[in-house]
């Protein structure tokens, strides 16, 4: 028996493509091309301004962009479940109130306040996957719903005026970072937050759960059949969700400060870094860190249309224009990857299964 998984093992080795091929047949991915525009992006950034491409610049606009790309992970986790989530953006305007109201100048609520926001987060989350899940009702229609009625509340407590100012203690977390650090100068914390965030993203899709979260938005029923519980899968997605919009929230406490504006449109931002990023609209296609890449792409290309003196009024058409492109090119991208490459000699077989699972 281990001799022949020996040969096995040996084969497959001899089989392997090399790393080189491997990585550039990633790129050609949906998911891998985004990469890809990163650079160029940046590259013309950089011709437009110079000063850009300075480690230190370089390392504030990865601070600045931190929270929309944590809350584009967030929204990856619900998308490629399958589900959607408009309450983002609303979730982010009521952690930014519930920060500044409740912290105060006082020091001593900043961790008791932290602790509370998380729970708010993840109830929010718990409550939009379980009437998606279990009362069958759309997840567009859920969070559209929770949307409308966070923001209401938020509007009605607030007047529509800027209210509360959290100590400086707690603004820190979203504009402070460690000082004196070689060739950047100055690490955000922002900055040190996202990429935890990230790794401990790609280990969770690595784990039994983020392989059937993708199986789930794949094919559901296939997944149900299998035994896995698709109403629990879904709804802890939509928790991770509420949770990354909460820590967005707190970020951007630091240097947007409280307003009942900080966070509108969040929601539409983090879906257009993700299928920017490759991840297929309807599930089971995608991968985290392309999601992340996406929000980066996306803010490099405003920060270039700014260096050119575009109007920012155009920024939404842009951000419109790029949903559309993005989601027809990536779902024709996946069809066609997803096609099984027979030998010439082979009889074409419909009914075998493509080799993509989405996150790799």
Known sequence: ??????????????????????????????????????????????????????????????????????????????????????????????????????????????????????????????????????????????????????????????????????????REIGRGGIEDVPLVEFLPFSVIILVVLSAAGVLLMRSPFGRTLVATGDNPDAAALAGAPVWWVKTRAFMLSSLAATLAGILLVGYAGVHPSVGQGYEFQAITAVVLGGVVLGGGRGWLLSAAAGAFALELLFAFLNFREVESTWRDTVQGLIIILAVAASARAWTVGRRPKLPDSAPPNPAQPGTDTGEN
């Open 1 to 170: 028996m281990s001799a022949t998984v020996t040969d096995r093992t040996a084969v497959l080795q001899q089989n392997r493509s090399p790393w080189h091929e491997r990585v550039l047949r990633g790129l050609r991915t949906p998911g891998g091309a985004v990469f890809v525009l990163l650079l160029v992006l940046l590259v013309a950034a950089v011709a437009v301004n110079p000063s850009f491409g300075e480690p230190g610049s370089l390392i504030r606009f990865v601070g600045r962009t931190a929270p929309i790309a944590i809350a584009a992970i967030g929204q990856y986790f619900v998308i490629v479940s399958g589900e959607f989530d408009l309450s983002m953006g609303s979730v982010v305007t009521a952690q930014v109130f519930v920060a500044g109201n409740l912290i105060g100048q006082d020091d001593s609520r900043t961790v008791p306040v932290l602790v509370l926001m998380l729970v708010l987060g993840a109830l929010v989350g718990l409550v939009n996957g379980l009437v998606t899940t279990l009362l069958k009702v759309p997840s567009f229609i859920v969070t559209l719903g929770t949307m409308l009625a966070l923001g209401g509340l938020v509007d009605y407590l607030t007047g529509g005026a800027a209210t509360g100012n959290p100590v400086d203690t707690f």
